[in-house]
């Protein structure tokens, strides 16, 4: 029997990506859907590694900086020019106005062109949709733009996931008595005044306020190592810990 549940990551740079690292990218697998989860620079090309994009379940983007959606226009011309069309259009799980942002990079306004290959439906918080067994839900986390952070669930397994967050209680109960937290550590510390990203220490604190069974590290800024990142992270957690590796499949 394969896995209920696995995480590929194909990209975890912030905020450019860099040679064979992509930025922020994941494929959620389970129960025979495939979910990409945010789709930064270099993380579409990743992707065709794992699986044909055309077999996708769902795209599913926690906030709209370009770091997490600029390969989405990738997918745009792959889907609709470069013979990997799916046998229809792809439900994308997004922020409102993410349409709206793909579509600037075609110079037009209205969005109706790229309902052939993609199907926008906003997130809010709370919102659950499953594709087959695989449930998929989204609490609103804090960041300087609206965005959210991942609760994925299937055969008793269950993934949490960031996004972009700096310390908040939606996080904590995003991530509560999760198998695997996949959590972002982008800076070294907090300017004065600023929450919107998480230290290592703020991703430790969090998983162990959670109850997490794993904590992965991703999203580490360049002022960071991840290896200097996911020790800082797992002294404040205690449990076991590592730093995200681009093609690393883990089974939640």
């Known amino acids: 029997m394969p896995p209920a549940l696995t995480l590929t990551v194909l990209g975890t740079a912030s905020p450019h990506p860099g040679p064979d690292q992509p930025c922020s990218g994941y494929l959620v697998r389970g129960q025979g859907a495939e979910v990409w989860v945010d789709a930064g620079p270099g993380s579409f090309a990743e992707l065709q ?70 199907d926008f439906r906003s997130l809010y918080d709370g919102h659950t949709v499953r594709r087959g067994d695989l449930t998929l839900t989204a609490r609103a986390v804090r960041h300087d733009v609206e965005a959210y952070g ?33 959590c972002e550590a982008d800076i070294d ?10 230290t290592p220490e ?11 069974r794993r904590l992965l590290v991703t999203h580490v800024g360049p002022t960071l190592t991840p290896v200097a990142a996911t020790a800082r992270a797992a ?18």
């Open 235 to 252: 002294a404040v957690f205690g449990g076991e810990t590592a730093a995200a590796r681009v093609g690393a499949t883990t089974v939640v």
């Open 150 to 182: 991942l609760r994925a669930e299937t055969g008793g397994r269950v993934l949490a996931y960031s996004g972009d967050s700096g310390p908040c209680a939606a996080l904590t109960a995003l991530a509560e008595d999760a198998d695997l937290f996949l």
């Open 189 to 198: 510390a907090h300017r004065e005044g600023e929450q919107v990203h998480l």
């Open 49 to 118: 590694r794992h699986t044909d994009p055309a077999r996708l379940s769902a795209v599913w983007i926690s906030h709209l900086h370009a770091d997490h959606i600029a390969d989405l226009l990738s997918a745009v011309y792959a889907l609709a020019y470069g013979g990997l069309t799916p046998p229809a259009p792809l439900p994308v799980y997004a922020p409102a106005d993410c349409a709206q942002r793909l579509a600037g990079f075609f110079g037009r306004t209205e969005t109706d062109f790229l309902g052939d290959v993609l």
């Open 202 to 212: 703020d991703a430790g604190e969090a998983a162990r306020a959670a109850g997490v």
